[in-house]
């Protein structure tokens, strides 16, 4: 995405379980996954290296990429920045704290966000600095235009001076007694931060935090404040003048950014948000079917449910191809056409965690165990 131009124990307590409710949807809970059924291999792809880190990887951790590089952390406190034409450690530093979410990454520092609420920032293998959140964050933080920005679980948002870690500004835009412990929507659109509050979409500016504008993707629904929960998660398409995007299991749909108002809406579960383009959107529910829909209409195009339970990851979109990771770390390669399987690549038989990324044609992903692979089309 664009950078920018230079210009309550309640709380904790629900996020706990949503989180657990997040992680038992993503893999299927006591589901029994479908087993893998044999395919004509349509589409060549060669791994073209692998590097081990040193820890394992949690579920709200990401890569992040700049250029030919990609950023990556484990829960044990390594962060490290990888080449993606050679799998080469550009460097690598070690977080005295666990890390709970990352990594954010500008091409030179990247940005991890730990157990003990601090946000911390490192470059060519040493911590910068480290400042303390008044509140825990499950998203990676955001580097950008000279500033590192932090969305708070609580409904905050904070940026601070990426050279000094010195505080900018600190807002608020709504309070909630219950938590979604999964990366939120926190991106860069020319000029302007796009993140999800709650179950809105809100557009905000940059250098002072003030609200432009925001609006709903869904009015959230029932009796109970779980049943109520309705976050934008992380992953949004830009398609012209629309957003489209992810209520958490609740629906999928497009906003119109010149009005301001939702063009449509499909119900749909889990939480891995949807990767597209101004055609077609894909995205994957909370039982692993993969579903293609028409971004100006969302009429269904297909879906494909032969990885049923088997804990698929948010999709890449690759060529003619979409690429899935899954919960025993293959990668498995679909058409856009109808979501045949066209290749399947086996890893280091750990979940896949997060999205895997393409950088430089080169298709990166990494497993639970703190293995990077990559891949490219032949």
Known sequence: ??????????????ALLVATAVGCASNGGNREPKPLQAFDSLVSV???????????????????ASGQLVASATTDG??????T?????????????RIVAGAGFDGERVGVLDADNH??????????????????????PLIAGGRVFVLLSDRRLAAFDQETGARLWLRRYGDSA???????????????????LGEKF????????????????????????????????????????????????????????????????????????VVGDQNTLYAVDAASRVSAYETATGQSKWTQAALTFRGITPALLLGQTIVVGDYEGYLHWLSRDDGRVMARM????????????????????????????AWRPQ
């Open 1 to 14: 995405m664009t950078s920018f131009k230079q210009s309550g124990w309640r709380a904790v307590t629900m």
């Open 46 to 64: 060669a791994q073209v290296w692998k590097t081990n880190l040193d820890g394992e990887v949690g579920d709200a951790l990401r890569l992040a």
């Open 78 to 83: 390594v962060v490290a920045v990888v080449d």
């Open 85 to 97: 034409e050679t799998g080469a450690l550009v460097w690598q530093a070690k977080h005295a704290a």
């Open 119 to 140: 946000l911390s920032v490192f470059a060519k293998g040493k911590l910068l600095w480290s400042v303390g959140l008044p509140a825990r964050s499950y998203t990676p």
């Open 178 to 196: 219950l938590v979604l412990a999964n990366p939120g929507l926190l991106t860069a659109v020319g000029n302007t931060l796009a993140v999800g």
């Open 202 to 273: 809100a557009a905000v500016n940059p250098d002072n935090g003030a609200l432009l504008w925001a609006t709903p993707l869904v009015r959230p629904r029932g009796a109970e404040d779980i049943e109520r929960l309705a976050d934008w998660v992380d992953g949004a398409v830009f398609a012209g003048t629309r957003v489209c995007g992810q209520a958490f299991q609740n629906a999928i749909g497009c906003l119109d950014l010149s009005t301001r108002r939702v063009e449509w809406t499909v119900p749909f579960t889990g939480a891995n948000g």
């Open 346 to 373: 086996p890893t280091d038989g750990s979940p896949i965690v997060g999205k895997p990324l393409l950088v430089n044609g080169t298709a990166v992903a990494i497993t639970q165990r703190g293995s990077l692979f």
